[in-house]
Each structure stands twice: as C-alpha cells, then as structure tokens.
Nanobody, 121 residues
Framework: QVQVVESGGGSVQPGGSLTLSCVAS????????MGWYRQAPGKQRELVAT???????NYADFVKGRFTISGDKAKNTANLQMSSLKPEDTAVYYC???????????????WGEGTLVTVSS
C-alpha cells in the first residue's frame, strides 16, 4: 500500500514562513510528479505547486515568488517552502503523488490526509 504523509503545518503570523514536507512510501516503481494542493473552508481544492521527476516546477499565480517547491527523487520527498504568508493562505494543504506502483503499467494519484496551515495575527 502506497502511503503519502504530510508534515510541517501549524500556525504562523502574517508575513511569516513555514515549510511543509511530504514523503511517499510503499511499493512504488516510479514517481512521475509530486504536488501540493490546498483547500480552504468552503472552497474547492486548488493546485499550489507541482514538481516533476525531471525537476520541472509549476506554481499557481497566487504563490509565485512566495512559495518554492523542491523534491528529492531518491527519498520520494517533496517540500514546500512558504514565505510572506497571508491570512488567505490558511487552508489544509495536501500532498499528491503521481506514481506507477510496482508490477503495474499505469500511474495512480495518491493523496495524503493533509496538514493544516493557519495564518493569523
């Protein structure tokens, strides 16, 4: 069973910084992409940032210049460094891993349970 676990959430004041971490484990043959998404109360889940196995990154416009995604393919991890946080960044942040399981020929999206980030004074 492939598992995805996030960590690093918490409370921070506006303008502060926080780093989220994601690790995937289990019978994984290859990870194609890791990404961070978020869902605020009453809103739909939205993409924050992704990174491919080749290192190509993609960011939502609302985090460009403030958030940085990085990955370690050997360790099956992806971090999200968040700075200049705003109250509107408050949300549950989820990690998604697009991976090919062992003994399979197709990719599957695996999701973590999320970690809460609260930005408030």
């Amino acid at each position: 069973q492939v598992q995805v676990v996030e960590s690093g959430g918490g409370s921070v004041q506006p303008g502060g910084s926080l780093t989220l971490s994601c690790v995937a484990s289990g019978p994984i043959f290859d990870i194609l992409l890791m990404g961070w998404y978020r869902q605020a109360p009453g809103k739909q889940r939205e993409l924050v940032a992704t990174i491919t196995s080749g290192g190509t990154t993609n960011y939502a416009d609302f985090v460009k210049g403030r958030f940085t995604i990085s990955g370690d393919k050997a360790k099956n991890t992806a971090n999200l460094q968040m700075s200049s946080l705003k109250p509107e960044d408050t949300a549950v942040y989820y990690c998604k891993v697009e991976a090919t399981p062992k003994f399979a020929s197709y990719a599957v999206d695996y999701w973590g349970e999320g970690t809460l980030v609260t930005v408030s004074s």
